[in-house]
């Protein structure tokens, strides 16, 4: 299979900053590296959007737009990586019982401090990874009352990654037709 050239895809991809997650290494790199591959793919994907054009929820009936899941993906990161893995006493983001819904529903124009959030959750969670010698080491999963371990959630935040770029992906083809990789 021949390689497209990247001019001939939208501007979001000519400056691509990903880092090829590596074909060899240990469990602990190649699963952290595809997190993060995942995660510079999301903000590629919401990157060079007119702020106001991120609330756009542009493909009806769904609620999604790329200010809801940058808020729902934030919500994700401390939730697993602060929450159930290391026990820490923080608040949930945009959530709450009498309002589950708010990181996708309720969008204040708050793109700006909302991406500034995401990418603070992020660097967390990569100091909590790399705090912790080994992939088994576990945190509570609060819905089963279950030990949960770190390789677990690195692969679940893959996969929730994975899906949530889907997303993405077509909701940026709806604002500006940018496709990407």
């Given at each position: 299979m021949t390689e497209i050239p990247a001019e001939n895809y939208a501007p979001m991809w000519a400056e691509?900053?990903?880092t090829a997650?590596?074909?060899?290494?240990?469990?602990?790199e190649i699963l952290t590296a595809y997190l993060d591959w995942h995660r510079t793919t999301f903000e590629l994907k919401c990157s060079?959007?007119?702020?106001?054009?991120?609330?756009?929820?542009?493909?009806?009936p769904s609620g999604l737009s790329l200010h809801g899941l940058l808020r729902h993906l934030a919500g994700v990161e401390r939730w697993w990586f602060r929450k159930q893995f290391a026990g820490e006493d923080?608040?949930?983001?945009?959530?709450?019982?009498d309002d589950p819904d708010q990181d996708f529903?309720?969008?204040n124009g708050d793109v700006t401090e909302a991406l500034a959030v995401w990418r603070a959750e992020c660097e967390r969670a990569r100091e909590i990874v790399a705090?912790?010698?080994s992939l088994d080491q576990t945190?509570?999963?609060?819905?089963?009352?279950?030990?949960?371990?770190?390789?677990?959630?690195?692969?679940?935040?893959i996969a929730e990654y994975a899906r949530h770029n889907g997303h993405?992906?077509?909701?940026?083809?709806?604002?500006?037709g940018a496709a990407g990789r």
């Open positions: 691509d900053t990903r997650p590596p074909l060899v290494g240990d469990e602990r060079g959007v007119p702020l106001e054009r991120l609330s756009d929820k542009g493909v009806p923080v608040p949930l983001l945009y959530y709450s019982d529903e309720t969008l705090a912790v010698p945190g509570l999963h609060f819905a089963s009352g279950q030990p949960i371990s770190l390789r677990r959630i690195l692969v679940d935040m993405a992906d077509l909701l940026r083809e709806r604002i500006d």
